[in-house]
Structure formats: C-alpha cells, structure tokens
C-alpha cells in the first residue's frame, strides 16, 4: 500500500526558513510527479507546487515563485520543501501528494496524499 | 487560471439522503480533467472521482460523478454516517491547478 509521510513541521518567525520532507514507499517512487498542496487553517486547498519524476521538471505557484524550492532523492524515496522568507499568509497545514501524470493528461489527478503538518508563522 | 465555484456552501442533509453538488468552472475543463475529493476534519483530501466520472480504487459506488466542459456534478446517492465532510473539486486540464473552496455536507 503505497504511503506518504511528511515530516518537519514546526513554528517560525516571518522571515525565517523550514524545510519539510515528505517519505514515500509503497510504489515506484521515480514513476510519479510529487505535490505540495497547502490549507490554510478553514480554509480551501491551494496547489503549490509539483516535480516530475526525475526531477528535471517543476512548477511552482506565483504565491510562493522565488521563496520555495521543490526537489527530491529518488534514492531515499523523500520529497522536500524549502520554504524561505515566510510569511504570516504561508501557515497553513502542508500535503504532500502524488500523481501518476502531468498538468493535461488523463492521470494528473492526486490519488494519495500524506497526513499533513501544520506550519505556523508567526512573531 | 480556471476559477472552479462550488454551490451551495453547505448541505444539512439526513443519512439515506441523495444528494448532488455542483461545480461550475470560468472556463472549459480540458477533456474534463476534473476530480472530486473528500476531507474530514483533520484528515487528509481522499481521492473520489477522477476525469469527471470516474471512481478512484476503493470508493463505494454510491458515489458518482458527471458533467462536462464547465458543469460538473458529484451525486452521493444514499448518504450513509461517514459521507459527512467537505468535497473539493479540482481540475488538472491546465494550469495551474485549481481547487473549489468546498461543499460541507453536515447532518441534519
């Protein structure tokens, strides 16, 4: 059963930097794009930022272009986050998630998802 | 950006109910890429539907989904104690990525 469990979570200044992680097992890692999905305490789901398999290939949202960085280890099966010069507006409880395909194809959905962190940011 | 509006907010309902939320997007889904999702309170989203019709590995077939271009539809046919959540929907047409704020289905 595949299985993605995140880790990292913790309190920050504005300003300060966190870097979450995200380990996987269960299925072919290298096969899959990686998600970062985030929700802001009542609040909707906001899609941040994803990376292909190999990890040559990312996106990232305008919210967070510049102060985010995705990538991964396909040896250690782990995704990550590096998240700098946070914001008040970037707490919110983090997801890592997965799919099979690409923004456009048939299998770009996000068809399992870890427990989440919550990250606060505050003074 | 395709904006995804979901109606209504909320649903007081009873088990055994049927009931269907909609979700209307700014602009044509491409090939309908639309997925539905369900969320609990502090749980993570759980893959529902995807490519607008399609049940994910797992989910009971009380639950379908329908609809095309820029009206979607999720019908829970007989709602039973643990369909209360909120549904999300989302489209992967194009990017980037958008969610719907959510329907909360409560109970009655």
């Known amino acids: 059963e595949e299985r993605l469990v995140e880790s990292g979570e913790g309190s920050v200044q504005p300003g300060g930097s966190l870097r979450l992680s995200c380990a996987a097992s269960g299925f072919t890692f290298n096969n899959y794009m990686m998600h970062w999905v985030r929700q802001a305490p009542g609040k909707g789901l906001e899609h941040l930022s994803a990376i292909n398999g190999n990890g040559d290939s990312t996106y990232y949202a305008d919210s967070v272009k510049g102060r985010f960085i995705i990538s991964r280890d396909n040896s250690k099966n782990t995704l990550y986050l590096q998240m700098g010069t946070l914001r008040v507006e970037d707490m919110a409880v983090y997801y890592c998630?997965?799919?099979?395909?690409?923004?456009?194809?048939?299998?770009?959905?996000?068809?399992?998802w870890g427990q989440g962190m919550l990250v606060i940011v505050s003074s | 950006e395709i904006v995804l509006t979901q109606s209504p907010g909320t649903l007081s309902l009873s088990p055994g109910e049927r009931t269907t939320l909609s979700c209307r997007a700014s602009?044509?889904?491409?090939?309908?890429?639309l997925a539905w999702y369900q969320q609990k309170p502090g749980q993570a989203p759980r893959l529902l539907i995807y490519g607008a019709s399609n049940r994910a590995t797992g989910i009971p077939d009380r639950f379908s989904g329908s609809g095309s271009r820029t009206d979607f539809t999720l019908t829970i046919s007989r709602l039973e104690p643990e369909d209360f959540a909120v549904y999300f929907c989302?489209?992967?047409?194009?990017?980037?990525?958008?969610f719907g704020q959510g329907t909360k289905v409560e109970i009655k």
């Open positions: 989302q489209q992967y047409g194009s990017s980037p990525r958008t």
């Open positions: 998630a997965r799919s099979a395909g690409s923004i456009g194809t048939r299998y770009g959905y996000l068809d399992s």
């Open positions: 602009q044509s889904v491409s090939s309908n890429y």
